[in-house]
Structures are given as structure tokens and as C-alpha cells.
């Protein structure tokens, strides 16, 4: 029962710490965090230190601090595969994916994207794997090989037109990315 106090505090935190970097206070996000941290340490909570690490990390790379970022994904990294959590582990790789794009590392991109692609299509995981081929595409397109990212941004569309409760905005992401290719292959 106290587990599940500590916990719920915990998840409090991470909460607290994602709407006071909303504020812009981002010490304060930072101090929720930590805190979260120590409880589902102490509690060992892999999973959910996993997850707080990796919103953390989420966080900072919003803020522009990527290489915070990256040291707090591999944290959460570390934990995901120390304790076999796929998901979380697909999550964070395809975060470190998306900044390593951002810091014109596409090597690296591509390398963490097809890691989490290969676990997320082995767990099931459809609405992750569409994210990620979207992904990989927006690499490819800034790699000026907009043919091969148009066979990522498509199949990302596939998979959102076989899923039941694919998000509108997912659909308008993908269009756009889509008609994007087309535009700069003057098509």
C-alpha cells in the first residue's frame, strides 16, 4: 500500500515537473523530476524510472539543451535494457533519433530509428512504428533523397489508414509530409 502511495507521489512529480517547464520554470521541472527519480529508485520502479528519465530527457531536448537530453536518454536507455522494457526502450531510442537529426548527426539518426523500428515491429507496436518510418523519412528528405523518403512518409500512412483510432492530426502529418516530397521533387 505505502508502494503505491510512494508511486502515485512519484507520478505527481513527473506531472508537475512537465507543467512547470510549461511555465518556463524550468529549474523548478528539473527539481520535480529529481524527485521523481529518487522515489521510483528507492522503490525500484524500473519502468517508471525508465519513463521519468526518458520525459525528462523529452524535456530538455524541447529546451534545446540536447546534450542534456541525450546523457538523460541514455540513462533511461540504460534502465529499458537492463530490465527488459521494449517499449520504453523503442521510445527512447527514436528520441535519440530525433536528435540526432536536429544536430545534423543523420548517420546516428538513421542508426537509432531502425533500432527502435526493429523493437516496435516486434512488440506490436504499429502507432510507434509509423512515427518512427515517419522519422527516418524526415532524414532522408534533409539527406535531399526525397524518393526514399516518400517510401517511409507512405508506409507511415499505410499503417495509420490500417489502425482504428489514428489521430486526425496523424493523418494531416502525413499528408503534409507526403505533398512536402512531392513539392520539392517539383511533382
Known sequence: ???????????????????????????????????????????????????????????????GDYEEAIKYYTLGLDIAEEHDLDKIKAKILSGLAGIMRLKGEYSASLNYA?????????????????????????????????KKALEFHNEALNIRIKQKETKPSDFGYSYMVIGDNYFEMDS
Do not use: P
Not at 14 to 35: C, H, M, P
Open 1 to 63: 500500500r505505502e508502494a503505491n502511495y510512494q508511486q502515485g507521489i512519484g507520478m505527481a512529480y513527473v506531472v508537475k515537473g512537465l507543467i512547470a517547464k510549461e511555465n518556463t520554470d524550468s529549474a523548478g521541472a528539473r527539481n520535480y523530476f529529481f524527485q521523481a527519480r529518487t522515489i521510483f529508485k528507492n522503490q525500484e520502479e524500473w519502468q517508471l524510472l525508465a519513463e521519468a528519465y526518458r520525459k525528462e530527457a523529452f524535456m530538455l531536448n524541447k529546451m
Open 114 to 146: 531502425f533500432k527502435a523500428m526493429k523493437i516496435q515491429e516486434k512488440i506490436g507496436d504499429d502507432h510507434g512504428v509509423s512515427f518512427t518510418y515517419d522519422r527516418i523519412g524526415v532524414v532522408y528528405k534533409l539527406l535531399k533523397n526525397n
